[in-house]
């Protein structure tokens, strides 16, 4: 079955890290509760990030799932080689590379096994357990999640069939887990993710899993075989329309391929946030950080960063290398400067800046730069023109030498947009300039000063912390008035 024609799939950068984000984040929650029984979790139920417990790990540490995922995407953002895959594969195991403090932790059979077979001269397609009963782990289905977005994403592969898709996707299963249940489970969960992204969050899940469920049904009786009666097996992969009514104990949390998908399908199906679809998995018991880290890279990816709690964000361990991964997997697929994002105030964007010198008229008086212009707004009237002359760092020191007026605080934004407007209204280069940026998204970057109200800090300790971006969503109100008035 073809893919629905679309000039092409694409993703914010903000929901590109959720996903990856979200499926750490997921998988370290159920970390020190896995192997615990549905019916103790409900004694004592997961409510929040925690340490210890199962693995002994401190809070925030993530596992295998995550590793590997990064093992992945760190091999994607070069291609898609399979020998890379497993030579990654290896540094993690081997070399504790790929890992959240250093530690390699809860190996499964398969993985391990493979990797010992790659380690023996094997080449990689040759690696995985065929067997049905041993090689139906969740091993393959738990990192697909950067497999996936790489393939869907990557302009090759937009308009081709769902075979020229699905494909390397069972050769990636194949690494660890070449039996055709769990290269169905995987190509499944790559068809959800293909299907949200064509409907930019438009359609409820149940639609857009059902139509994901549709597209495997028909690929795999296009494969025949063994792949077809896999498919057809009604009692496996359980349709998107069943497994939303069906009651919590019907639902199985065990590290069978199966039940993964099923489980992590459920809890998105019957939850209406990451943080109560993450919350559903854990509690379910048995592999928790599995459950967890299927259902939370799908999590991140419709719910967003805005959607994760920022304390388990916080507490995620060696949260960097996720990042610096992802931010590689992402320039991979789109190039750096191929971002609907302006944030750097620079270059040709440095008339963006507060701070820009250029002529602003406003109240009556001309100022040397915006900022200079605004800020005189906040003391009374007989001082402002004292601020005419001022860069703005001048005009920062002075302002908190004199008195502030009493309405400052209520006033200061909607000023700041009318100081905006003057700036490029009253200069038509910068008005040109300002336009020309069409319906690029423009982000006020504050990282190290802390400023998440006017733009965004992206340091550590503000990574998490929502922001607001007062003053780029002023220059995009800005822009679009001016544009409007042409």
Known sequence: MPHPSVPGKSISKERFFAAMLGLAAGDALGVPVEFRSREELKQNPVRGMTGYGAHNQPEG???????????????????????????????????????????????????????????????????????EATGNGNGSLMRMLPVSLWLILTEQHNHLPDAALLAPIHAASALTHAHPRSQVACGIYTLMIDEWLLSSGADSLLSVFGRAYDRAEAYCRELGGPYEAEIAAGNRFIRPERLISMPEDMISSTGYVVDTLNAALWCLLTTTSYEECMLKAVNLGEDTDTTAAVAGGLAGLIYGMEGIPSAWLKTLKNRELIEQITERLYISLFGKEESAEISEFTGGHAHMAMKYHTPVCFGGMTYENAQSAWLAQGVPEEYRDQFTPLNAHQARRLMKQLPVTDNWDARRIGLLYEVCLAKYAGNPPLREQLTATGTREIIYDTTGAHDNELGRCLCRQCLSVPHQNLLGKILMRVREELADSE
Do not use: Q
């Open 61 to 131: 540490t993530w596992s295998d799932d995550t590793s590997m995922t990064l093992c992945c995407a760190d091999s994607l953002s070069r291609g898609f080689d399979l020998s890379d895959m497993m030579n990654r594969f290896s540094d993690w195991i081997h070399h504790r590379k790929y890992t959240a403090a250093g530690v390699v932790f809860d190996v499964g059979v398969s993985c391990r096994k493979a990797l010992n077979r790659y380690s023996m001269g094997y080449d990689p397609e040759f690696c995985g357990n065929t067997e």
